[in-house]
């Protein structure tokens, strides 16, 4: 583990920069700027922000606190996550990326762990001092499983683009560059986050967030094992995780706690045939409170199709969403290569809506945060009950009746061909 208090980061010429964010209301309107990485792929610069006519390019924040679903153009972020951890566990964050700037020089990324050493199949040659908080790539076909876990922290926590700006995050390096995991890369990921929950230089808290955008299996072919970890094990040590745990990682109900916010995808026939969520760990959402599984929806406000039809508890933006990446410390997936889609991308959404309530309330349960989340009075234009019952995440305080949102008129991001 590398401490990264002391670690310079830039922070970029922007409407919504971290330093300078003094008002509670930012626009989401932004553009952006293509950024020749070869002769065939780009990446993006996020441009200056607030121009009406530019597209509503960080619809993902504008969504969420909405009810209706008619996006505004605007999002509020009071209670912005200040005091709050979010542990990523994915295939490492860029630490030095100014979407992590704490605007005096230093990063937000405060820890990184990669516990994914005995994960051959699939590793990069690459080369990194930590992979954890520089992760690396040989080939623009490891980039988008290396820029994975950047992509997933900077929608949780980024300073411009991120649900919870000011929280703090710890990165857990489970998934190597192909994604690949197995449940002992799990539950050493879980035994990571329990140590930095009691260093006394991790922000002392009550309850912490932790993001799984990824799901994973006992063994890997080709990647031997004698002795693999059971799925009931790391079951186990979460549900000990949610209710409170002290720093052996024992349960104790005065302990840390911690929330889990699980990706739903049906991404790689990831729902099985019927559709319905059927991979660890995202199948444990319906049967453990603390624990919940995320679905998606798209700029229109209606169910996002990569989504499980089944097992989801709640929505969030997971379509065509730009984030963070790793070829540059102010780079983006934006238009082109057509943003970033998957459920991998609408759990952080959640993750910084709970380390939002977890400012302003900081004694706040696992269960508690899902009661408070799942109570959302927001739906999809086409609410179902395989959908989540159309219930989409919002961040507004004190909300009414329940309302069944419209669909807009016309999309309000455009996409590239």
Request: net charge negative; hydrophobic share 40%; aromatic share 6%.
């Given at each position: 583990m590398i401490p990264l208090r002391t670690l310079a980061v830039g922070c970029i010429a922007l409407a919504l920069c971290h330093a300078a964010?003094?008002?509670?209301t930012v626009s989401t309107h932004c553009r952006e700027v293509e950024v020749a990485l070869d002769a065939t792929h780009t990446a993006s610069r996020l441009d200056r922000c607030g121009d009406p006519a530019a597209p509503d390019l960080l619809w993902h924040l504008d969504r969420i606190d909405q009810i209706d679903g008619i996006l505004d153009g605007q999002y509020h972020r009071r209670h912005a996550?200040?005091?709050t951890v979010v542990y990523v566990m994915d295939t490492g964050v860029l630490a030095s990326h100014a979407e992590f700037s704490s605007g005096d020089g230093t990063t937000r990324v405060i820890a990184g762990y990669d516990v994914t050493q005995g994960v051959?199949?699939?590793?990069?040659?690459?080369?990194?001092?930590?992979?954890a908080l520089r992760p690396c790539y040989d080939d623009m076909a490891e980039l988008i499983g290396s820029s994975h876990g950047t992509s997933v922290a900077s929608l949780a926590a980024g300073t411009n683009i991120g649900v919870a700006p000011d929280a703090d995050i710890v990165s857990i390096r489970v998934m190597n560059e192909s994604a690949l995991a197995t449940t002992r890369t799990y539950l050493d990921g879980l035994s990571a986050i329990v140590r930095n929950a009691w260093d006394p230089a991790t922000p002392q808290f009550h309850t912490a967030v932790v993001n799984i955008?990824?799901?994973?299996?006992?063994?890997?072919?080709?990647?031997?094992?004698?002795?693999?970890v059971p799925f009931a094990a790391v079951e186990q040590k979460m549900r000990e995780m949610i209710n409170g745990v002290d720093a052996m990682g024992r349960p104790d109900p005065n302990g840390k706690r911690f929330f889990f916010v699980v990706a739903g995808n049906n991404v790689d026939n990831g729902c099985g045939r019927a559709g319905v969520v059927d991979r660890f760990p995202a199948t444990l959402g319906r049967t453990t409170d603390g624990l919940i599984t995320v679905g998606g929806m798209t700029p229109e406000n209606a169910w996002w199709s990569g989504a499980c039809r089944g097992g989801v508890e709640i929505l969030a933006p997971s379509y065509a969403v730009f984030s963070a990446s790793i070829t540059a410390n102010d780079h983006y997936r934006g238009t082109r290569p057509n943003f970033r889609s998957g459920t991998s991308f609408g759990a952080p959404i959640i993750s910084g809506i709970a380390a939002r309530?977890?400012?302003?309330n900081p004694e706040l349960t696992p269960q508690e945060l899902e009661s408070i989340i799942v109570a959302t009075p927001s739906r999809i234009f086409n609410p179902d009950p395989a959908y989540a019952g159309g219930r989409v995440a919002t961040v507004v305080p004190q909300a009414p009746a329940v309302l069944t949102a419209r669909i807009p008129h016309s999309p309000l991001v455009t996409l590239a061909p």
């Amino acid at each position: 583990m590398i401490p990264l208090r002391t670690l310079a980061v830039g922070c970029i010429a922007l409407a919504l920069c971290h330093a300078a964010r003094a008002q509670d209301t930012v626009s989401t309107h932004c553009r952006e700027v293509e950024v020749a990485l070869d002769a065939t792929h780009t990446a993006s610069r996020l441009d200056r922000c607030g121009d009406p006519a530019a597209p509503d390019l960080l619809w993902h924040l504008d969504r969420i606190d909405q009810i209706d679903g008619i996006l505004d153009g605007q999002y509020h972020r009071r209670h912005a996550g200040a005091g709050t951890v979010v542990y990523v566990m994915d295939t490492g964050v860029l630490a030095s990326h100014a979407e992590f700037s704490s605007g005096d020089g230093t990063t937000r990324v405060i820890a990184g762990y990669d516990v994914t050493q005995g994960v051959a199949v699939g590793a990069s040659a690459c080369r990194s001092a930590n992979k954890a908080l520089r992760p690396c790539y040989d080939d623009m076909a490891e980039l988008i499983g290396s820029s994975h876990g950047t992509s997933v922290a900077s929608l949780a926590a980024g300073t411009n683009i991120g649900v919870a700006p000011d929280a703090d995050i710890v990165s857990i390096r489970v998934m190597n560059e192909s994604a690949l995991a197995t449940t002992r890369t799990y539950l050493d990921g879980l035994s990571a986050i329990v140590r930095n929950a009691w260093d006394p230089a991790t922000p002392q808290f009550h309850t912490a967030v932790v993001n799984i955008s990824g799901w994973v299996l006992e063994r890997l072919i080709g990647n031997p094992d004698p002795r693999p970890v059971p799925f009931a094990a790391v079951e186990q040590k979460m549900r000990e995780m949610i209710n409170g745990v002290d720093a052996m990682g024992r349960p104790d109900p005065n302990g840390k706690r911690f929330f889990f916010v699980v990706a739903g995808n049906n991404v790689d026939n990831g729902c099985g045939r019927a559709g319905v969520v059927d991979r660890f760990p995202a199948t444990l959402g319906r049967t453990t409170d603390g624990l919940i599984t995320v679905g998606g929806m798209t700029p229109e406000n209606a169910w996002w199709s990569g989504a499980c039809r089944g097992g989801v508890e709640i929505l969030a933006p997971s379509y065509a969403v730009f984030s963070a990446s790793i070829t540059a410390n102010d780079h983006y997936r934006g238009t082109r290569p057509n943003f970033r889609s998957g459920t991998s991308f609408g759990a952080p959404i959640i993750s910084g809506i709970a380390a939002r309530l977890l400012a302003e309330n900081p004694e706040l349960t696992p269960q508690e945060l899902e009661s408070i989340i799942v109570a959302t009075p927001s739906r999809i234009f086409n609410p179902d009950p395989a959908y989540a019952g159309g219930r989409v995440a919002t961040v507004v305080p004190q909300a009414p009746a329940v309302l069944t949102a419209r669909i807009p008129h016309s999309p309000l991001v455009t996409l590239a061909p």
